[in-house]
C-alpha cells in the first residue's frame, strides 16, 4: 500500500502579522511585584510600558518649583501631586510630572482618572509631549494641560479637548498657545490667578 505525501509549498503557508502584547494594568502592577522595573521610572500608555528618562536637575527642580506654587495657589480643596499616576481605563497609567485634581487626598481610594490641570516639563520628549501625549490628556478629559519647554524657555498651553477619529486615543486639543518667558498664564480652574512663566523656569546659567 503506497502512502502519498503533500510537501508544502511556500505559497500555501498563512500569512500572520506579527501582534504586539498590550498589558493591562493589573499584569503591569504584577510585573512590578515580580521586580522587573527595579531602578527604572515607567509608564503604562496605550498598553505599552514606556521607560521614561532620568531626570536632570532643571527638569527636577522645575517640577519641584512649580508643584509648590500650585499648591499655595490652589489651596487645601486641591490634591496638587508630583509625579503620581492618573489611569485611564485599563491600558494608560501615566505619571504626570504636576497633576492638580479636586479635593482632598483622603477622597481617593484608587487613581483619579482625570485632572483640572497638568504640567509636564519637558526637555527630551518635547515631540511627544506635544503630541500623543496630548492627545491622551484629551481623552481623559484634561481641561488644561501645560507643557514647560526648558530648552526654548517658553510654556505651551493646550486647550478645549474635542473628539477627532483621527487623533490617537479619538480626541485632540483645539487650542495650543505659546507663551515666552516673559509671559503669564492663568489656570482655567483659577482664572483669577496668575503665574508668571518665569517663574517655573530655572535659573540660567
Known amino acids: 500500500m503506497s502512502t502519498l505525501s503533500h510537501h508544502i509549498t511556500a505559497a500555501e503557508i498563512p500569512l500572520v502579522e506579527p501582534v504586539t502584547k498590550k498589558w493591562s494594568r493589573e499584569e503591569y502592577y504584577k510585573l512590578d511585584e515580580q521586580g522587573w522595573f527595579l531602578n527604572q521610572r515607567v509608564e503604562l500608555f ?3 510600558i514606556v521607560v521614561v528618562s532620568p531626570q536632570s536637575f532643571s527638569h527636577a527642580w522645575c517640577v519641584d518649583v512649580i508643584t ?17 499616576p492618573i489611569t485611564q481605563e485599563d491600558r494608560s497609567e501615566p505619571e504626570p510630572d504636576i497633576s492638580v485634581v479636586r479635593g482632598s487626598r483622603d477622597r481617593y481610594s484608587d487613581h483619579p482618572q482625570s485632572a483640572v490641570l497638568i504640567v509636564e516639563v519637558s526637555i527630551t520628549t518635547l515631540q511627544f509631549d506635544k503630541t500623543k501625549k496630548a492627545n491622551l490628556y484629551a481623552s481623559m478629559g484634561v481641561p488644561d494641560y501645560w507643557v514647560l519647554d526648558l530648552e526654548n524657555r517658553q510654556l505651551l498651553v493646550h486647550r478645549d479637548s474635542v473628539k477627532d477619529e483621527n487623533a490617537p486615543f479619538g ?32 535659573p540660567k546659567k
Open 46 to 48: 496605550d498598553g505599552e
Open 68 to 84: 509648590q506654587r500650585l499648591k499655595e495657589l490652589f489651596g487645601e480643596d486641591y490634591w496638587v501631586r508630583s509625579q503620581l
Open 171 to 202: 480626541h485632540r486639543y483645539q487650542q495650543a498657545q505659546m507663551l515666552p518667558a516673559d509671559g503669564h498664564v492663568s489656570p482655567l480652574e483659577k482664572p483669577d490667578a496668575k503665574l508668571a512663566v518665569a517663574d517655573m523656569l530655572p
